[in-house]
């Protein structure tokens, strides 16, 4: 398998930017890697801060833990601020693997070319 095949698809399928380290790209792949980490971060940390909330609501007997009433309390989109932010967390983390996946192909096929050449 050539360099950019593989690249790409260590960026598509481990992490954003993997590809990058393995085509010694090492500032494009941190870059890459800490925005999607920072973005998962977050909407991880909101998600148990959800979670932790409703727990704490079942535990002060507040509403009965009926798993109809708890999915309803999941489903409930969050607004203002919050959903401001998570929407922005969502579009970065999707692009950071988007032009990671992108990026380390193009990096990849520049690096099999060279290869081709110097052979």
């Known amino acids: 398998m050539n360099r950019s095949m593989k690249s790409a698809l260590l960026s598509a399928f481990v992490f954003p930017g ?10 494009t792949g ?3 890697a800490g925005a999607a980490f920072i973005a998962l971060y977050f ?3 909101r998600a148990l801060e959800r979670a ?3 727990v704490d609501k079942i ?3 507040e509403i009965q ?3 109809a ?3 309803e309390l999941i489903a409930k989109q969050p607004i203002g601020t919050e959903a401001r932010l998570t929407t922005i967390a969502t579009a970065v983390l999707i692009i950071a693997w988007l032009v990671g996946v992108v990026d380390a192909y193009r990096i990849g096929r520049l690096q ?3 290869a081709v050449a110097d052979g």
């Open 18 to 27: 993997i590809g990058h380290f393995y085509l010694k790209r090492y500032i």
């Open 30 to 32: 941190a870059v890459l």
């Open 43 to 45: 909407m991880i940390t």
């Open 52 to 54: 932790q909330q409703i």
């Open 59 to 61: 535990q002060r007997g």
């Open 65 to 67: 833990p009926d798993i």
């Open 69 to 71: 009433v708890i999915t």
């Open 112 to 114: 099999d070319g060279r």
